[in-house]
């Protein structure tokens, strides 16, 4: 019998696992190939879902499983922290027990981690705890500066900051604290989300400025104070009530392997997400792909879950000694929350070449429904 190893029960991971357990009849209860998925957290969070607890649209207990509850349908979830990787040998050591297989998908998405103290002053809104923690200080929030700031880039989500601000935004109209409240974003981009082009970042900035939310691109942080954040242009602002996004790197455990490319992240076929070494691939947020038009693929969950079902499909065709036939599109729809129960579609298309301007729909409820359905599907299909 074959064996799997799937490094991560996150987004990825989970697509992963379970689309190889349901194309492979294990889901029937035949087990036929051993899939065994390496997990650290007990939480399965669906951070799509972080902004609206931010804001009190969810609660905490709404927007994560337990990760002991995908150990069904010819799955087995192996819980700890992958210590060493061994991609040459495919074999992983977790709690000192090594584990070795025939096919390995590393799906470990992105080290999080503090700059300039800000754990101490603010909320890390990218985890449970710190959506979780914001939530509770806005709700005793009255009067002041609310700054949401991108602390470093790459960031995953590069929406999601955005979206924080506008929802932010109509829960200080809604609850009347707008004539004391000012909201801000703080970050080192040019644009929002500029690389999906100039015609869908000057939209996003249009809608921020709708909302009267103040934006400040160009603004990396140097250092930050209980009251005050200062950036590289020797400005500060003050501010009450601080959401930031962590630095992101890639995972210790792969940076310390023979995985990790010059960028610290795996560098992975474009279409078919192998590695350099024979039947070990990587998906989502650890990967670095760079496209024919010189565009660094964003870490967004859309392209870690299709390229877990492409490297699913893939490694049912070599198991069947049949020929790998399906390839990553590098394409998606991504919702953008606006508040007022309104979402914009944003459509890209990273692979075409010339690659077309990425476009933005006005926010309507078929957006909102459409990221409401995919957090109630996420749980149902997988839990
Ligand atoms: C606030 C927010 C909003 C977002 N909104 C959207 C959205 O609207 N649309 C969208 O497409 N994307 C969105 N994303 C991004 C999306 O969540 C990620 O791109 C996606 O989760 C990436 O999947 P992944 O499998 O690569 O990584 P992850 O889902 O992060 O999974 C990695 C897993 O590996 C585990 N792990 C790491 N190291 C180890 C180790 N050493 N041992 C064992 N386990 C380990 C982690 O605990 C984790 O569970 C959002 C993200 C955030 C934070």
């Known amino acids: 019998m074959k064996t799997i190893l799937v490094l991560g029960a996150g987004t990825g991971g989970v697509t992963a ?35 609206w607890l931010m804001v009190g649209k969810r609660k905490p207990e ?17 819980q700890g922290e992958i210590e060493h990787i061994d991609p040459n040998d495919i074999s992983i050591t977790v709690n000192g027990k090594k584990y070795k297989g025939d096919y390995m998908i590393v799906s470990l998405g992105v080290d999080q981690q503090p700059l300039h103290h800000l754990d101490k002053y603010g909320y890390n809104f990218f985890t449970l705890d710190g959506a979780t923690h914001f939530n509770k200080k806005l709700k005793n929030h009255t009067a002041g500066k609310i700054a949401i700031l991108v602390s470093s ?38 644009g929002p989300m500029e690389f999906a082009g100039k015609e869908l970042s000057e939209e996003l900035r249009t809608l921020l400025e709708h909302k009267g939310i103040k934006y400040y691109p160009g603004h990396q942080i140097t ?28 995972p210790d455990v792969i940076r310390n392997s023979s995985l990790a490319g010059e960028s610290g992240w795996i560098d992975v076929d474009k279409d078919n ?38 490297v699913a499909h893939n490694i049912g065709r070599k198991m069947g000694n049949q020929v790998p036939d399906e390839s990553f599109k590098g394409e998606g729809k991504y919702f953008i929350e606006y508040g007022e129960g309104l979402a914009s579609t944003a459509e890209v298309h990273f692979y075409d070449s010339p690659q077309p301007e ?26």
Not at 156 to 176: C, F, G, Q, T
Not at 223 to 250: C, I, M, R, V
Request: glycine residues 4%.
């Open 273 to 310: 997400l192998q590695t350099i070494f024979p039947n070990v691939y990587a998906i989502g947020d650890n990967t670095n792909i760079t496209t024919e038009n010189g565009i660094t693929l964003p870490k967004i969950g859309v392209f870690a879950r299709q390229q877990a079902i492409v």
């Open 17 to 51: 696992a379970r689309e190889i357990s349901k194309n492979s009849g294990n889901e029937e209860d035949i087990q036929l190939v051993k899939i065994l998925v390496f997990e650290k957290e007990e939480k399965n969070v669906f951070s799509p879902s972080l902004p």
């Open 153 to 190: 880039l790459p960031f995953k989500s590069p929406a999601a900051p955005y979206e924080a601000a506008m929802l932010i935004e109509e829960y200080v109209r809604k609850n009347d604290l707008k004539p004391t409240t000012e909201v801000a974003v703080y970050t080192p981009e040019k």
């Open 223 to 250: 250092e930050a104070t209980e009251s005050g954040l200062t950036f590289s242009n020797g400005k500060t602002y003050e501010y009450d009530l601080l959401a930031y996004t962590p630095k992101h790197q890639s």
């Open 62 to 78: 709404e927007v994560y499983e337990k990760t002991s509850h995908l150990d069904s349908s010819g799955l087995e979830v192996i």
């Open 358 to 383: 990425a476009k933005m729909k006005t926010p309507e409820q078929w957006g909102h429904w459409s990221k409401w359905w995919e957090e109630k599907y996420w749980f149902f299909k997988n839990f």
